[in-house]
């Protein structure tokens, strides 16, 4: 029996029932007592500067509805990028001037990134807003994607698109605490391996909250 066919409710409904409203400006305000994730979960010295303004993103959790059971879509940045070389995430960036809401954020940057068309999304609202270490104050915003698409990484920033089954993601028993030094201090993150791919950091940490908000329903 997988993750999910325990839900009497259709998934869709499920996942409409777990997720929290889509915010309407890009970037929601935030306060020290304000429902935030971030990398801080897991090591308490590295809390967000609220003294310092956020730098507004958006990342879409594509949810592709697949006959055969769900998957999400991931990719793998670029090797040559100065930061997170290599590194497994979710489609999506900073927010632009022209950007109404992290909606229009995630789709914009899913399009140039992966080249999912925005009308193949149907968005059905957000997780919560995840803070990094960098200050950047990320939206989590997800969609259902018929899959009628035709994929291809924009070279400059994305080496490869691939499909996780969401069954996988969602198994608590695949998610590992791991930890590693760094300038002497020990750091802690989440890490999903599936098969050649490390999902880990902020991509892991959002999956978990999906997967927390689903396994209370």
Excluded at 33 to 62: E, Y
Excluded at 139 to 146: K, N, Q, S
Excluded at 186 to 205: L, M, V
Aim: charged share 25%.
């Amino acid at each position: 029996m997988t993750f999910l066919t325990n839900k009497k409710q259709d998934l869709t409904e499920v996942l409409r029932q777990s997720l929290e409203p889509v915010p309407k400006a890009v970037s929601p305000a935030l306060e020290l007592t304000g429902a935030i994730r971030g990398d801080h979960d897991l090591n308490p010295a590295t809390a967000p500067n609220h003294a310092l303004p956020f730098v507004p993103a958006a990342v879409l959790v594509p949810i592709v509805l697949r006959r055969d059971g769900p998957t999400v879509i991931l990719t793998r940045r670029a090797t040559h990028l100065s930061k997170h070389a290599g590194q497994i995430s979710f489609p999506g960036g900073r927010a632009d001037e022209g950007d109404e809401n992290a909606v229009a954020t995630a789709l914009r940057e899913s399009q140039e990134e992966i080249s999912l068309a925005p009308n193949l999304v149907e968005v059905i609202g957000s997780l919560t807003t995840y803070i990094t270490v960098t200050q950047y104050s990320v939206t989590p915003v997800v969609g259902l994607v018929e899959p009628k698409f035709d994929l291809r990484p924009e070279v400059g920033e994305v080496s490869e698109i691939f499909e996780v089954p969401l069954d996988f993601l969602l198994d608590q028993a695949n998610r590992k605490k791991h930890s590693g030094f760094r300038n002497g201090v020990e750091r802690f993150w989440y890490a999903i391996p599936f098969g050649e791919y490390y999902i880990w950091g902020a991509t892991a940490g959002m999956i978990k909250d999906l997967s927390e908000r689903i396994m209370q329903k």
